[in-house]
């Protein structure tokens, strides 16, 4: 999938216009009346209300949610500005703010794989970097660092800090920069995109600083800068070295991407892939799941990683030999999720790992006292009496789940692999539910059409919907695949015994003789019909 498509179908990208052209920071009203913009910078960089950390937090974030991604925040229990953010006795004095340091990214083109998807753009376009505007961006598009200038007098030396607002993290610390050369000053740390990904718009922010002359970092200093986090004292810091100002303010708003995400689940800082899922999942539109947990404020929190690792097969279908390697893959949602059957097979029991959106995931704390249902349902099913969009068919059924451990759960209906009788490509659901108390397997298994073969039994027509409804289950966490008939699902038909010319005939090369001319267009018997297109829910090993 496009990346820049991706991020625009779902939500993530701000578009790059809208906003500036009101900003008193815009290039044109900033060299008319210079005065106007500074001035309203330094009347936000003050306002409690402006970023996500201000106001608004204590409203949306309580005690039991301070590890949830959106709501972590290194002072929860501080109503923050920008600039109490930075300074934490809120002294800043706004009329020292006498320039505007402009800042310029540029965009480029490139690829990366997160959340087990790859993602590409190729558009390459400048960023000019506005704090007044409303415009929000992504890591991806600041990964690399941007161009700096500011007005300065001949021999002035200057110190620029890049600075993340809401986690406070220093990205960037440069000092003895002659002039605007930021390209000569010392570097203490070198420049680190903006790696938020939450949901929050946080702000970044580039502080100048004037130098009474040449610094000399002292190594405890070093030391300290170099953990790059909130133990560093910008207030002691200026008056140890003697900085003035800031002098000039900018700052940028970032919201996450998948890209910042797939960096802070490698880290073990947080994960949150489920959310980039989430707003994937909202497109489905499933009838057999209600309404309500399809909506468009509904987030899933739990990310579910499933891996198959599926040995090397060999097969005769159709009188051609096929040879699957062997391979071990997790299910992709966020790209095009095709897997061959084959490698879904039913001896091929797929692994759940599961892990919530939170900061710093920890299984035993965030699964702790909870109790889950996974739910595996294919709504495609071509024939009704066996499943439809409403009432889908039954791959995979476990309840009780504790520990958030799929394996400690009790098996309602094992896992059996798909291959679709048709030759419409079907969808796969992997639906984790939370459970408000223990859930009794045989009452949750009866939900099935009783009328259903015994090959079936406990699969057919599973009124997903009404167990969902009836037992208070919420959802919070999905996952899929798409999957379609191949060569693997007619080597499964033929093995169990249906005729090679009535599961090959459409196969191009396929030229083994059939009984009777008359065999290809006979109407099968409903047995048949019943063994033939729905033994496909049986797969071999």
């Known amino acids: 999938m496009d990346f820049l498509d991706f991020l625009l179908a779902f939500g993530f990208l701000a578009q790059t216009i809208q906003g500036f052209e009101d900003s008193p920071c815009a290039e044109l009203k900033r060299k008319a009346n210079i005065e106007k913009c500074l001035e309203s910078i330094g009347q936000q960089a003050k306002d409690k209300s402006l970023f996500w950390f201000g106001e608004e937090y204590s409203s949306r974030c309580d005690e039991d949610s301070l590890y949830i991604a959106d709501c972590f925040n290194p002072r929860p229990r501080v109503t923050d500005s920008l600039i109490s953010r930075v300074y934490s006795n809120g002294v800043f004095d706004d009329a020292a703010l006498d320039k505007f340091i402009e800042v310029t990214y540029s965009q480029e083109s490139g690829s990366y794989f997160a959340c087990e998807n790859d993602f590409e753009t190729t558009e390459e376009s400048a960023i000019t970097v506005d704090p007044l505007s409303n415009n929000a961006y992504t890591p991806w598009q600041l990964r ?48 680190e995109g903006p790696m938020n990904p939450t949901r929050n718009r946080n702000p970044y922010v580039f502080m100048l600083f004037k130098q009474s002359g040449y610094l000399r ?5 070093r030391n300290i800068l170099y953990q790059r986090s909130s133990t560093f004292d910008q207030t002691e810091f200026d008056r140890q070295f003697n900085l003035t100002g800031p002098l000039a303010l900018n700052w940028i708003q970032v919201t996450g991407d998948p890209y910042a995400a797939e960096h802070k689940k490698t880290t073990g800082y947080m994960n949150t892939c489920p959310y980039f899922v989430s707003e994937a999942f909202k497109s489905h539109q499933l009838e057999f799941l209600p309404e309500v947990q399809q909506s468009a404020h509904h987030d899933l929190i739990v990310y579910i990683n499933v891996t198959f690792t599926s040995p090397a097969v060999t097969f005769n279908s159709c009188c051609s030999v096929y040879e699957y390697p062997a391979a071990t893959f997790s299910l992709n949602p966020l790209g095009n999720g095709y897997i061959q059957a084959a490698y879904l097979r039913s001896d091929v029991v797929p692994m759940v790992a599961l892990s919530m959106a939170t900061a710093f995931p920890n299984i035993n704390r965030d699964f702790k006292d909870k109790l889950l249902t996974l739910m595996v349902l294919d709504g495609d099913v071509p024939f009704p009496q066996f ?28 896992y059996v692999g798909p291959a679709p009788p048709d030759s419409k490509p079907h969808t796969y659901h992997y639906l984790l539910f939370e459970q408000d108390y223990v859930l009794h397997p045989s009452e949750i ?35 899929w695949h798409v999957t379609a008939n191949d060569e693997y699902v007619r080597y499964v038909y033929t093995s169990l015994g249906m005729p090679w010319c009535d599961v090959c005939k459409n196969v191009e090369g396929f030229a083994s003789p059939c009984a009777t001319a008359d065999s290809i267009n006979t109407l099968p018997s409903v047995l048949s019909v019943f063994l033939w297109i729905f033994i496909y829910m049986i797969i071999a090993s």
């Open 144 to 191: 690399t660092a941007p161009v700096y200038r500011w007005d300065y007098d001949e021999g002035d030396l200057y110190t620029l800090i890049f600075y993340d607002v809401g986690y406070m993290f220093i990205k960037s610390f440069i000092i003895n920069i002659p002039g605007s050369d930021v390209s000569n000053g010392e570097v203490i740390l070198s420049y």
């Open 217 to 221: 970092i002292t190594p405890d200093w």
């Open 387 to 414: 499943g439809d969009k409403a009432e889908p068919f039954l791959h995979w059924l476990v309840v009780n789940i504790y520990d958030g451990n799929v394996t400690k759960g009790q098996t309602v209906a094992p």
């Open 445 to 479: 298994g009866a939900y099935a059409n009783a009328d259903c073969s015994h090959l079936f039994k406990g699969r057919c027509r599973y009124k997903s919907k009404t167990v969902i409804q009836n037992h208070n289950l919420q959802l919070i966490g999905a996952t």
